[in-house]
């Protein structure tokens, strides 16, 4: 399926992405890729007086002696571009754009070829528009420096080359990321590029890759668990509220998705408000279980669902990712068992380990199944070993089940596995996947199943952790767990701490095995799922899972 990513018109700034790198244009303009860093912010601070607008520019045939125009929106259909134009400068019949800069002019006093190209295409759609144009101006507000730049015939045939690489670019594949660039760390799309992991993954020849992304993000998960509370929005803040009381306020940018549990309701602005800034809300019963998601309209690259969808129909390619999901799963259940094991095991680590080599060589979907649950019940069958006295107060897994838990301890493993699979579909939104078509897990009625994969090698490492840590630190007891019918669910106290525990241990920073620096777990699982993306795309030809060594 052919997808059209040149509209006729196209942004002058797209020009300075394009110049500066051809894939951050490509993951901006035709990938609808945006993130924030320091330098954005401070842009759009430069920008702030000129975007409110001001001043009229008159029609080329007026007295243009003196006018200063802002924010002037003109397109030019002949030339194929659109600009909003910060200043018009006119004087005696000529007209200047002007072009306000973060930052300083190049070390000799020019204009970087960015802004150069982004200056004379605002020329020449003034031109195209009537106006008589001879130079353009770049401006630094912070340097206090002023650039004229003549609009010449050999700038305009760089403008049009450029006009037609930028084209081109944008109807094919995403061009590869710079390599050991230093134009990178400053990037504020560098957490979705990967230029430095995703050379590692092709064997080129690169420096050891930078930790170009953030070890942690500053946005948190909110959880509303109060029976009866009400999410709103007041004075620009989200405040949760009973019975008149406020029992929690935030602002909407340190909030990363919010989870309601059992009767809690959300005012209409809230709603509106959280799907306009791309928050995810999941719903969830009381017990734990995800019954729905609301979000905005969704990630607007189209076509990374298409190459999804494609894997995902075509057994082959998506049992090769299955396979690397599953051995990194079984292989960090041994990483575990061996850790926090209680006695000294052998037997269970070697057949643990047989299992991964065994998985990542399945011949179908059906063997590989099989070999993952072989892994499990060698898992389960071994995991009591990790748990201090586990006989004491009822605190023992009986054999892993789920719906519904049958002991506490299976309990908190399915409630832990809920935050997991959360984490997941928040990770998977971001990215522009599809949640509910996966590789491993075949698609059903309400099934997450890409939530589901990406969690699989995440579910020792996190949830079984954090239920080890939770019941061998005494955090919880029996009398923590509401029993109906022989089913346990967990009281409201014994949920908040655990949902802190699950917390801190998402917060915790571990090297990554692969590129060697240091980020929090909810950072590697926005990573992974990035990765699983671009073997989507069929940028790298397999997927990398997250192994602890």
Request: hydrophobic content about 40%.
């Amino acid at each position: 399926m052919a997808i059209d990513n040149a509209p006729a018109l196209v942004p002058a700034r797209m020009l300075n992405e394009y110049a500066y790198c051809p894939r951050l244009f490509h993951l901006e303009w035709v990938q609808s890729e945006f993130a924030d860093n320091t330098d954005t912010v401070e842009g759009r601070s430069i920008h702030r007086n000129v975007d409110a607008g001001g001043g009229r520019l008159p029609a080329p045939d007026a007295d243009l002696d003196v006018a200063v125009a802002r924010s002037v929106l003109l397109d030019a259909p002949l030339l194929g571009m659109v600009a909003n134009i910060d200043l018009v400068e006119a004087a005696e019949g000529i007209v200047s754009p002007v072009e306000r800069k973060k930052g300083k002019p190049r070390p000799d006093g020019g204009v970087w070829e960015p802004e150069e190209l982004q200056i004379v295409a605002q020329a020449l759609i003034l031109r195209e528009n009537g106006y008589t144009v001879e130079r353009g101006v770049i401006s630094y507000p912070q340097a206090r420096a002023r650039i004229d730049l003549e609009i010449t015939d050999e700038r305009e045939q760089r403008l049009r080359s450029a006009l037609r690489g930028l084209r081109k670019t944008a109807n094919g594949p995403c061009p590869p990321p710079l390599v050991d660039s230093p134009k990178c760390p400053r990037c504020s799309l560098v957490g979705i590029c990967l230029p430095d992991e995703t050379h590692l993954l092709l064997d080129t020849p690169a420096a050891t890759p930078r930790r170009l992304i953030t070890p942690r993000d500053d946005a948190m998960p909110l959880y509303v668990q109060e029976q009866g509370a009400r999410v709103g929005l007041r004075a620009g803040r989200v405040e949760i509220r009973k019975d008149n009381e406020i029992l929690a306020s935030a602002r909407p940018l340190d909030v990363s998705h919010v989870s309601v549990y059992g009767n809690v309701t959300i005012s209409a602005p809230a709603l509106r408000a959280f799907c306009e800034a791309g928050i995810p809300i999941t719903h969830h019963t009381y017990g734990g279980w995800l019954t729905g998601i609301t979000t905005g309209p969704g990630h607007r690259n189209a076509e990374i669902r298409i190459a999804q969808f494609a894997v995902a129909a075509d057994r082959e390619r998506s049992l090769t990712v299955a396979q690397a999901i599953v051995g990194g799963k079984v292989r960090n259940q041994r990483t575990l068992l061996r850790r926090n094991s209680r006695e000294k095991i052998v037997d269970e680590l070697h057949q643990l380990k047989n299992l991964a080599t065994k998985a990542e060589t399945a011949t179908s979907a059906e063997e590989l199944l099989g070999f993952e649950g072989s892994a499990a019940r060698i898992y389960f069958g071994a995991f009591n070993l990790m748990l201090v006295a586990p006989s004491e107060d009822g605190m023992i897994l009986n054999g892993r089940n789920r719906r519904p838990p049958r002991d506490p301890v299976n309990a908190l493993l399915s409630f832990c596995y809920s935050l997991l699979v959360r984490e997941a579909i928040a990770a998977i939104s971001r990215v522009g996947l599809d949640p509910f078509v996966g590789v491993f897990h075949r698609p059903r009625y309400g099934r997450p199943a890409l939530a589901l994969d990406l969690a699989e090698e995440f579910r020792s490492l996190v949830a079984d952790s954090v239920v080890v840590a939770f019941i061998n630190n005494g955090q919880s007891a029996s009398s923590d767990f509401i029993v109906r019918g022989g089913a346990y669910a967990l009281g409201q106290a014994a949920r908040r701490r655990l949902i802190e525990t699950f917390e801190r241990r998402m917060a915790t920073e571990v090297t990554h095995p692969l590129f060697s620096y240091r980020a929090s777990y909810r950072r590697i699982i926005e990573l992974q799922a990035r990765l699983l993306a671009r073997v989507f795309v069929g940028e790298i030809d397999r997927y990398p899972p997250f192994v602890t060594r």
